[in-house]
């Protein structure tokens, strides 16, 4: 019989608050004001999930997280506040670490391909309409009905522009296509590759196993995403961990509620995933977070204010720190009294009153208990992170980088025939299939008519934007593969 792992020790109020690993994957909330302990709030998990064998992946979003690699004997005071505290058995320690970067320069190269990302998440990358969006979808549909793999950014450019030229070909099969619309989508993908999408979009594609991994001492391995630079293109980094949600979602099997997690998953500044969303990805994003759970995966939200995050979804996060917030404005006082009725009451805590008043490091928790129900709010302070604050150096990170067993995989990028390449070759042999043009005895060629011109520019646009009937036709597994199965072929 399997040994059920021990309660998560958090913080400490009269008594210990911890998180039953069992009901580590109802997901959970860290919220608070910049500056008032988030982030060391978010270390404490982490650590302890990975002491129980659970691994973890998280984002850097300021760069200070890489030092949970190595044992915190920088900050001997950590060690004085335990004891302050009576945390029992407290010892400095690292936890093993593997980095990635979208960018390949401080970690892993991460990629996916424009099939498993899907229209529906490339579409809010590129800041598409619906109508637009519903022309990016018809572009991914008839690219899979012709067996033209959609893998990289050069592949969904000529794509667009194959359908784009060939709009009153199309029109009967899969409706009108507007040429604004193409145009559209044509100026986001050029934006997206100046950002750097060229560097995401390829192969070979992350493997979300890898991800999921325990050392030889069976600790779980923290994953750890460099997203400072990502977080310059904020779309493209909250569709990024929204489509690893997609995948996770789509690749494990049901396992329903384990004695401790399969994986956690910290989803910092978590306000970008919900900005401006479309109503049908925020449903998808709900169904998403309802759903995971049976797969044996928590989800941690980390951001300024609870509100951020729809109510659907915020009534699922069963296990709950909230750090200070401020109440300069009655904007702010509305959101620090809203903030306080999500918890479960405790006639002890004037919650209102205490979320304004927390010390940095101090939190109001609420967890859930045996029965999954949430325990009475309590004021406590957080305990101590075990690991390095400092961040590591980058001859550190290197030689973690380089010591893994992951390197030399994802650091060469493999790129195969696909839409690009085939489109190219179709091109280049019915160009060299056409009869010459007629030319004068003085070597002129015979200029295009008029009428030619006319015929070709009808041709090249049509007149109205696709409706949302075959995008809703479409949906990609959850968000990522075409119609239920994965495009990773």
């Not at 619906?130 to 899979?144: M, P, R």
């Not at 522009?161 to 199309?170: E, K, P, S, T």
């Not at 998403?288 to 915020?314: C, H, M, W, Y």
Request: hydrophobic content about 40%; charged content about 25%.
């Amino acid at each position: 019989m399997p040994r059920i792992a021990a309660p998560l020790l958090i913080a400490k109020s009269k008594t210990d608050i911890a998180i039953l690993p069992r009901m580590a994957n109802r997901h959970g909330l860290i919220a608070g004001a910049t500056g008032t302990g988030k982030t060391i709030t978010l270390r404490v998990l982490a650590e302890q999930f990975s002491r129980i064998g659970v691994p973890v992946f998280m984002a850097d979003v300021k760069g200070d997280l890489s030092g949970i690699a190595r044992p915190g004997v920088d900050k001997p005071e950590l060690a004085e506040r335990a004891q302050q505290m009576g945390i029992a058995g407290f010892t400095f320690e690292g936890c093993p670490t593997e980095f990635w970067d979208v960018f390949g320069k401080q970690g892993h190269p991460v990629r996916t391909t424009i099939s498993e990302m899907g229209p529906l998440l490339l579409s809010r990358v590129l800041n598409l309409n619906e109508v637009q969006s519903g022309v990016l979808t018809l572009i991914f549909k008839v690219a899979d009905d012709n067996g033209l793999l959609l893998l990289d950014l050069k592949d969904i450019r000529a794509m667009t522009r194959h359908v784009g030229d060939n709009a009153d070909q199309f029109k009967t099969g899969y409706g009108n296509i507007s040429t604004a619309s193409i145009g559209a989508i044509q100026r986001g993908l050029l934006s997206l590759d100046e950002q750097g999408g060229e560097m995401f979009f390829g192969e070979p594609a992350l493997n979300l196993e890898d991800l999921m991994q325990t050392d030889a001492d069976g600790k779980g391995v923290i994953n750890i995403l460099a997203a400072d630079k990502l977080m310059q293109s904020p779309k493209l980094y909250a569709a990024f961990l929204l489509w690893m949600l997609s995948e996770l979602y789509e690749t494990l099997p049901e396992i329903g509620d384990p004695d401790k997690p399969k994986f956690v998953f910290f989803f910092d500044e978590a306000h970008l995933l919900f900005d401006d969303v479309p109503r049908a990805l925020e449903e998808k994003i709900e169904q998403i977070i309802r759903l995971i759970r049976s797969k044996g995966v928590g989800v941690f939200f980390i951001t300024q204010n609870p509100l951020d995050v729809p109510e659907a979804i915020l009534g699922q996060l069963g296990n709950r720190v909230q750090h200070a917030l401020r109440a300069f404005t009655p904007r702010d006082q509305k959101a620090v009294k809203s903030a306080a009725e999500t918890f479960r009451s405790n006639p002890a805590v004037d919650v209102v009153k205490a979320i304004t008043e927390l010390s940095v490091g101090e939190a109001l928790v609420s967890v859930l208990d045996m029965q999954g129900a949430p325990t009475m709010v309590e004021r406590a302070m957080v305990c101590p992170p075990r690991s390095r604050l400092a961040p590591l150096s980058q001859d550190e990170r290197t030689t973690i980088i380089q010591s893994s067993m992951l390197f030399s995989h994802y650091e060469k990028a493999v790129d195969r025939e696909s839409a690009y390449e085939k489109l190219k070759l179709r091109a280049e042999e019915k160009k060299s299939a056409e009869p010459p043009t007629p030319a004068h005895k003085d070597g002129s060629v015979e200029p295009e008519s008029e009428t030619a011109k006319i015929l070709g520019a009808m041709a090249k646009s049509a007149a109205h934007a696709i409706g949302s009937q075959i995008g809703r036709q479409i949906i990609r597994g959850v968000l990522g593969s075409l119609l239920g199965g994965s495009t990773r072929r």
